[in-house]
């Protein structure tokens, strides 16, 4: 069973418009957390935004949020104000307690991303 | 600019050879991961090293091999490389290796075989 699901392989929105990328995880530790990575065409890796499962709050960055709903074991990321730099492909990951000592991430498939004007 | 750097950018190679693939992880940072990112497989995780240790390992291939020195730079190396080690390979480093913290990216290596 996939451990990160994204569901959504591709999304639009209109420029300035708020968007939703959906991730469902399936863990059965209390301990983890939960990141989002963007990657462009050029191909990079960038970090977006973490959450710890036992963080009361959502986590913020700027326009970026994530919605985590807990019980059901979901981590969205909300993108406000969608600009046309967003365009790109959007992973989830998760890293739970550690193997031998280490948090390995395990990634979504990801959701491509195209921000129209 | 995440601070981890990667070379080469691009590599193109024949089936059959063998390369290597350089990191080198933030200024700091004791953890060096190594990612393969192909379209039919996705990112996969291919092994981890911690302060010149080999730390964790993933879906890494017998041909593929890893190791990170004194200086904490790290080297992938791939052999007798076939048409579907064809991707982008990633290295990635953290501050420590038990953390739940973010891991920052490196620009990636695109190997092509041909």
């Known amino acids: 069973a996939q451990k990160i699901t994204q569901t959504q392989p591709g999304m639009f929105v209109q420029e300035k418009e708020a968007v939703t990328l959906d991730c469902t995880y399936d863990?059965?530790?209390?301990?983890?957390?939960l990141f989002w990575y963007k990657q462009p065409s050029s191909g990079e890796m960038i970090f977006l935004i973490y959450?710890?499962?036992?963080?009361?709050q959502n986590a913020t960055e700027g326009r970026y949020s994530l919605n985590f709903q807990k019980a059901r074991k979901s981590a969205n990321l909300v993108i406000s104000a969608s600009q046309l730099g967003d365009s790109a492909m959007y992973f989830c990951?998760?890293?739970?307690?550690?193997?031998?000592?280490?948090?390995?991430?395990?990634f979504g498939r990801g959701t491509s991303l195209i921000v129209h004007p | 600019d995440s601070g981890v750097t990667q070379t080469p950018k691009h590599l193109i190679t024949a089936t059959g050879q063998r390369v290597t693939l350089r990191c080198s992880p933030r200024?700091?940072?004791?953890?060096v991961y190594w990612y393969q990112q192909s379209l039919d497989q996705g990112l996969q995780f291919l092994i981890q090293?911690?302060?010149?240790?080999?730390?964790a390992k993933g879906n890494i291939l017998e041909r593929f091999s890893a190791q990170q020195f004194p200086d904490l730079h790290s080297e992938l190396n791939l052999s007798s490389l076939e048409l579907g080690d064809s991707a982008l390979y990633f290295c990635?480093?953290?501050?420590?290796?038990?953390?739940?913290?973010?891991?920052?990216f490196g620009p990636g290596t695109r190997l092509t075989v041909t």
């Open positions: 990635a480093s953290s501050p420590s290796s038990g953390s739940i913290y973010e891991q920052y």
């Open positions: 863990t059965s530790d209390q301990s983890y957390g």
């Open positions: 959450q710890g499962s036992y963080d009361e």
């Open positions: 990951a998760m890293r739970e307690p550690p193997s031998g000592g280490s948090y390995i991430p395990t």
């Open positions: 200024s700091g940072d004791l953890s």
């Open positions: 090293y911690y302060n010149g240790e080999e730390r």
